[in-house]
């Protein structure tokens, strides 16, 4: 299997520009996340899915940000427009949902906002 | 109200001691899950181990083990014979329902 597949692994683009982040699951992950690491604030769970519905996208950080699941084998988060301090390390991560098994990550995406 | 805590922002250890990393959390979920993910200097996220909360037993899994406490509601992660490899940033991590959610994370480094 060849994993959780984000692109791209890094992004640099200019303030008010849009930018999409991209996730491929696992297939047969029911689970799937987005997170977003910052030195400051840690790894902070910005929105999940289950079976490509949104169950909790109360992480959001304001209306810039929207998520995407249209079907089981691909995600999107979009910023538009996007800001300085949207910089950061945005992991996507699934797992089927059994109680014990363990969230897989992707590689990540380092955005960088100037 | 934070749902996992580790007080450690950084620790040391020497080579071949054993360490223990500190996590605490808070659920109303009677079937929650707690993991250990380790992020070295590379930035992935690599699985530790994890720790059911109807587990009677600690989780192990070669050099980690979880020190399971479950009316205190700790999950500290033990490490024994430190290697050099170890130095990384560790985070504590629960799923209650089906959220996961990460602590801030302790950064290890393993001295000679």
């Known amino acids: 299997d060849a994993g959780v597949i984000q692109s791209p692994r890094h992004e640099v683009t200019e303030m008010g520009q849009e930018v999409t982040l991209r996730c491929k699951p696992i297939?047969?992950?029911?689970?799937l996340f987005w997170y977003r690491q910052t030195m400051m604030r840690g790894l902070e769970l910005l929105i999940y899915f289950n079976n490509n519905v949104p169950i909790d996208d109360s992480g959001m950080p304001e209306d810039r940000f929207s998520a995407k699941m249209p079907n089981a084998s691909f995600s999107t988060l979009k910023i538009q427009p996007s800001e300085p301090r949207d910089s950061a390390v945005y992991f996507c991560?699934?797992?089927?949902?059994?109680?014990?098994?363990?969230?897989?990550f992707g590689s990540g995406t380092q955005l960088s906002v100037l | 109200a934070q749902k996992i805590t580790q007080t450690q922002p950084g620790m040391f250890v020497q080579e071949k001691e054993a360490v223990t990393l500190d996590c605490t959390y808070d659920t109303s979920d009677p079937s929650y899950g707690l993991f250990w993910y380790k992020q070295p200097s590379s930035g992935e996220m690599i699985f530790l181990i994890y720790?059911?909360?109807?587990?009677?037993q600690n989780a192990t899994e070669g050099r980690y083990s979880l020190n399971f406490q479950k009316a205190r509601k700790s999950a500290n992660l033990v490490i024994s014979a430190s290697q050099l490899g170890d130095s990384a940033m560790y985070f504590c991590?629960?799923?209650?329902?089906?959220?996961?959610?990460f602590g801030t994370g302790t950064r290890l480094q393993v001295t000679l």
């Open positions: 297939s047969g992950h029911d689970y």
């Open positions: 991590a629960m799923r209650e329902f089906t959220r996961l959610t």
């Open positions: 991560a699934s797992y089927r949902g059994s109680p014990n098994e363990k969230l897989f």
């Open positions: 720790q059911g909360s109807y587990d009677q």
